[in-house]
Structures are given as C-alpha cells and as structure tokens.
C-alpha cells in the first residue's frame, strides 16, 4: 500500500508558476514509477508527467513541456511539479499517482494508487 498526499496547489495569475508536491508512505517509494496527471471541470482526468523509479527519464503532455518539470527525492520520498509559465487551460485539480509497470507510463490504468487531489487556479 502506498499513501499519497499532494500539496502545493492555489490560485495563481497567467505566466506565474507554483510547485506541486506529493509526499509518499507505505511501501519503498523508490521502486514506484510516478505520475501526475489533472481533471478539470467536465472533462476526463488527463495525463500531465510522469518520471521512472529514478528520476533519471521523464515524459510530458505536450500541452505543458517546456513549462512543467517534474522531478523526484527518494530520500525524502517525494515527487514534485515545477509549473511555469501557467495558462488559464492549466486549471484543475492535480492529482499525483504511483506505478509498479516498468519504465515511463503515461496510461492512467496503470497507475495503482492516487492521491486526492490539489486545485490549481489560473485567473487570466
């Protein structure tokens, strides 16, 4: 079992930034690939970023690469969202999420555990 509790989220005006954060417990959080993926209102959950077991590939959305990094600290069991250069469409709720399927996986089924959420506001 692998606990996650995402952080970080808020109300931000266009071209600013802010970092998600999503602190993991329960099981060795370094064996886990890692995801973040975001729902806005009306539409279905999204795929965002996603980074291997140990941060050394990563892949994006290419609604946001070149804005958003995503990155990882085993040692303190945590993945982060660097977002930049944010848009009004960037608007959700961000949701990170953990992986046992090798490699980079950008496929929300299959992802095992979730986190709950963290809303994301961008006023134009």
């Known amino acids: 079992q692998v606990q996650l509790v995402e952080s970080g989220g808020g109300l931000v005006q266009a071209a600013g930034s802010l970092r998600l954060s999503c602190a993991a417990s329960g099981r060795i959080f370094s064996s886990y690939g890692m995801g973040w993926f975001r729902q806005a209102p009306g539409k279905e959950r999204e795929f965002v970023a996603t980074i291997n077991w140990s941060g050394s590939s990563t892949y994006y959305a290419d609604s946001v690469k070149g804005r958003f990094t995503i990155s990882r600290d085993n040692a303190k069991n945590t993945v982060f969202l660097q977002m930049n250069s944010l848009k009004p469409e960037d608007t959700a709720v961000y949701y990170c999420?953990?992986?046992?399927?090798?490699?980079?996986?950008?496929?929300?089924?299959?992802?095992?555990?979730w986190g709950q959420g963290t809303q994301v506001t961008v006023s134009s």
């Open positions: 999420a953990a992986t046992a399927a090798p490699g980079l996986a950008w496929v929300k089924s299959l992802y095992r555990y």
